[in-house]
């Protein structure tokens, strides 16, 4: 069991190349489907209404592209070495060059130009014909396939290899990644935050090495694993929160944080922090002794993780974003659980923090009014720290705006408005995306500053 969980941490292991245990994004189909994943032996991806185990996909670079290939065994998935890439761009722009005089006009979709039918295609997998040969064959036996345009030929060769040839590609999860994935269908879980508006909150909020970052997520722990990554295992990402149970950070497992990163991710309740300030707890939430507070967290805290989980793996149905839950029945998924971030921050750091203040501010909690947080969290900033905070509306920034300026209590203040557009890019046929998002949010910054009833000598 430790040697599955200390792969990540040893010295040898190379970061870009799987092991067991660990966990990766799966993108079928060049987009189709996005499925996050825990690399086991027992371990399986579902594909159509077949299943194919990812024990090949151990060992393997992360970028490496696999395809479903027929077997002693039945079907399974092979690696795909790419060559003559060169070649084949070559003979593209020569095909493109000399097929601008045709069109597709004189073409009648009447389901009679392919002569190959399903029946001779099933014979050909039962003797063994591999996914390309099928889609080979179906382009040799088109009666129009040479009469159409470059662009649709590769349309309908795309089409045919998605369904008789699907390709796998293994890709690294980290924050971008993990990021798009989840704002490609399921935004609501990670409260609307579009990556370039997630990288502006960690430049605004001068996230570099060896900083202690004062963390606000209420957005599924995207938030915090960005700042755990970009710290590279230095400094702190103290995860604050209301109340007595701490918000769920299930993304955080998808990172493949090593055992020191995971340590230097903690969390600390906003009576914590108070009571160490001040030396009495006050009343954020419900009142209580700070071990019934973490008891009692830990018990809230349980069902929350696995509801999500549970919606997760429910919400594969739909076919656009899978998460392949670690499974009870499975010895060697149990295994290779990574060391769970998040543990409950140890008094002498909540005394350092007292005493030196977070370098940074960072919040994204849409469903907290933006006041009432940045008021309890930004005495904990030491001067000139800078804070951003990101909402999906900006009226709770404009009034949390107007109050800092009233109160004195920051400078530089601003909100920004994070803009993105996507191109496609092909040779002639580079434009934008004609689906793309309108809206990333809105990001309130500044740099705190020293009020005046701080200048008053104590």
């Given at each position: 069991m430790s040697q599955n969980n200390n792969l990540a941490d040893d010295p040898n292991q190379n970061p870009r190349v799987t092991w067991e245990g660990c966990s990766v994004l799966l993108d079928i189909n060049d987009g189709d489907r996005l499925v996050f994943a825990r690399l086991t032996a027992a371990?399986?991806?579902?594909?159509?209404?077949?299943?194919?185990?990812?024990?090949?996909?151990?060992?393997?670079?992360?970028?490496?592209?696999?395809?479903?290939?027929?077997?002693?065994?039945g079907q399974y998935l092979s690696r795909v070495v790419p060559t003559a890439e060169g070649d084949n761009v070559e003979e593209k722009g020569c095909c493109q060059i000399k097929d601008e005089s045709k069109d597709n006009r004189g073409?009648?979709?009447n389901n009679t130009a392919q002569s190959l039918s399903s029946e001779d295609i099933d014979s050909m997998r039962r003797q063994g014909a591999t996914g390309d040969e099928i889609v080979q064959a179906l382009i040799a036996n088109s009666a129009t396939f040479e009469k159409k345009t470059s662009f649709s030929q590769e349309k309908y060769r795309l089409k045919k290899q998605k369904k008789y040839a699907p390709k796998v590609l293994l890709r690294r999860p980290f924050t971008r990644s993990i990021c798009e994935t989840y704002f490609k269908k399921y935004p609501e879980r990670i409260g609307f935050l579009r990556v370039d508006t997630l990288s502006l909150l960690l430049s605004m909020g001068n996230v570099g090495a060896h900083s202690d970052v004062l963390v606000v997520d209420m957005v599924g722990g995207i938030l915090t694993g960005a700042v755990a990554e970009r710290l590279g295992g230095t400094g702190y990402v103290c995860n604050s929160y209301l109340g007595l149970a701490p918000y769920p950070m299930d993304i955080i497992r998808m990172f493949n944080f090593s055992s020191e990163?995971?340590?230097?991710?903690?969390?600390?309740?906003?009576?914590?922090?108070?009571?160490?300030?001040?030396?009495?707890?006050?009343?954020?939430?419900?009142?209580?002794?700070?071990?019934?507070?973490?008891?009692?967290?830990?018990?809230?805290?349980?069902?929350?993780?696995?509801?999500?989980?549970?919606?997760?793996?429910?919400?594969?149905?739909?076919?656009?974003?899978?998460?392949?839950?670690?499974?009870s029945t499975s010895p060697v998924t149990k295994a290779?659980?990574?060391?769970?971030?998040?543990e409950k921050a140890s008094q002498e750091l909540i005394s350092f923090w007292k005493e030196n203040g977070f370098s940074s501010l960072i919040i994204a909690a849409p469903d907290v009014d933006a006041w009432s947080i940045v008021s309890e969290l930004l005495p904990f900033l030491s001067f000139s720290a800078p804070f951003a905070i990101y909402h999906q509306y900006i009226q709770p920034l404009a009034t949390c705006m107007h109050n800092l300026q009233l109160r004195k209590m920051a400078?530089?203040?601003?909100?920004?408005?994070?803009w993105l557009r996507e191109y496609q890019v092909l040779p002639s046929r580079t434009h934008p995306l004609m689906q793309m998002s309108a809206f990333g949010g809105y990001i309130l910054s500044g740099t705190k500053i020293r009020t005046e009833d701080q200048l008053q000598p104590k």
């Open positions: 371990s399986t991806l579902t594909i159509g209404n077949k299943k194919y185990p990812l024990q090949p996909l151990i060992g393997c670079p992360f970028g490496s592209l696999f395809q479903v290939e027929n077997g002693k065994e073409l009648v979709d990163t995971c340590r230097r991710i903690v969390r600390c309740s906003l009576t914590d922090l108070c009571s160490s300030q001040n030396g009495t707890c006050v009343p954020v939430g419900e009142p209580g002794e700070p071990h019934n507070i973490e008891t009692q967290s830990q018990e809230e805290r349980s069902p929350m993780c696995s509801a999500s989980v549970d919606e997760s793996a429910v919400s594969s149905e739909n076919g656009m974003l899978d998460l392949v839950a670690e499974t290779s659980k990574t060391p769970k971030p998040g400078v530089g203040l601003q909100i920004s408005e994070p």
